[in-house]
């Protein structure tokens, strides 16, 4: 008789260990975890895919504390079981967007549910930053997609594991692995007084911002203006956005919120043009849309936007400082920074 092969029995042995060091009684069970994982792979509402933040903890209120100028907002309650896990989701998904986040509290007979946020302001820390330290007297674990077809779950205990539902290899870099990298390399040159702020800022708009993409390219230099082979065919600001004047200004109260969000919207419409975005390392953003002509010696195998990194690669110490590239599925190369 034919046997079936799943990945089931797998990933319940696979994170056994981290349901167990977590702590929280709804993991006890560890399929209800990897129920949990297995619907937020492809998560889908009416035809419509979403990507919501999943976090479980044993204290709402207490995070909600730690987090000045934030919220929270119960929806509802149910079983402590994978049926309370799916009602949490087709509750809570479709609205945990534009920085709310899901939250289910793991109570002694049942679940709570609903959605939390941080401050609105655009500089506000991470709320990742504020809640997964070891430090905190609370439990908490986050379930999220971070590219299709993979789910990172993290315990603010430091536990971690990156969970891949299709034929990556076990030591596969995740996706938006060099995210950081980038940041640091775009805000190296920022003045000390607002590179803290700055960094904060771009790592947050920049993941939401490329998780939203259909693949870009990036590339940082070194230069007070574009390097010629970008600014040739492409289109280049006659008046850069610099995120870091943008940034103290508002930290003076001398621009509204609403001035440095028109320009993070802008940001993420020209990662959705064709070509690449330019920033250079005083964290000022340059042009997009421009393009480089690929050398047919580089025999790279893939399709034009491979080819364009392979070339911006080439380019690193010559007019560029760093170069980025995601593809259409999620997952990311970079090369230069701190890494070349």
């Not at 990298?181 to 003045?191: F, G, N, P, W």
């Not at 419409?269 to 421009?290: E, H, P, R, V």
């Not at 195998?301 to 491979?306: L, M, N, P, S």
């Amino acid at each position: 008789m034919a046997e079936n092969i799943t990945f089931r029995s797998q990933l319940v042995g696979g994170v056994a260990e981290f349901c167990h060091a977590s702590a929280l009684p709804i993991l006890g069970d560890t399929l209800n975890l990897v129920e949990l994982i297995v619907k937020l792979a492809r998560y889908q509402e009416e035809g419509v895919k979403l990507c919501p933040k999943v976090y479980i903890t044993n204290n709402i209120e207490q995070i909600r504390t730690l987090l000045p100028g934030g919220e929270a907002l119960k929806i509802g309650s149910s079983s402590p079981d994978v049926d309370g896990i799916k009602e949490s989701l087709k509750k809570c998904a479709p609205l945990a967007t534009e920085g709310w986040l899901l939250y289910i509290q793991n109570n002694s007979d049942n679940i709570e549910y609903g959605l939390f946020r941080g401050s609105e302001s655009p500089i506000s820390v991470l709320v990742d930053d504020v809640l997964m330290t070891p430090e905190e007297d609370f439990k908490l674990v986050k379930v999220f997609q971070v590219a299709d077809e993979c789910v990172e779950v993290r315990s603010n205990n430091g536990e971690y594991h990156y969970i891949f539902l299709d034929h990556r290899k076990e030591n596969a870099k995740p996706p938006l692995h060099y995210l950081n990298d980038l940041v640091s390399t775009i805000c190296e040159s920022v003045d000390p007084e607002h590179k803290e702020a700055t960094t904060s800022f771009l790592k947050k708009l920049l993941f939401e911002s490329l998780r939203q993409s259909h693949g870009s390219l990036i590339a940082v230099t070194n230069m007070k203006r574009a390097p010629k082979f970008l600014s040739d065919d492409g289109v280049i600001l006659d008046k850069p956005i610099d995120f870091p004047i943008l940034i103290a200004s508002l930290k003076k109260n001398d621009i509204p919120a609403s001035y440095i969000e028109s320009k993070a919207s802008l940001l993420k419409g020209m990662l959705n043009s064709d070509g690449i975005l330019i920033f250079d390392s005083t964290a000022k953003l340059l042009g997009y849309n421009c393009f480089v002509k690929s050398s047919k010696k580089d025999n790279v195998i893939g399709g034009a936007r491979k080819r364009a990194f392979s070339t911006l690669k080439g380019k690193v110490g010559s007019g560029l400082r760093a170069a980025f590239m995601q593809s259409q599925d999620g997952w990311s190369d970079f090369f230069g920074g701190h890494n070349d």
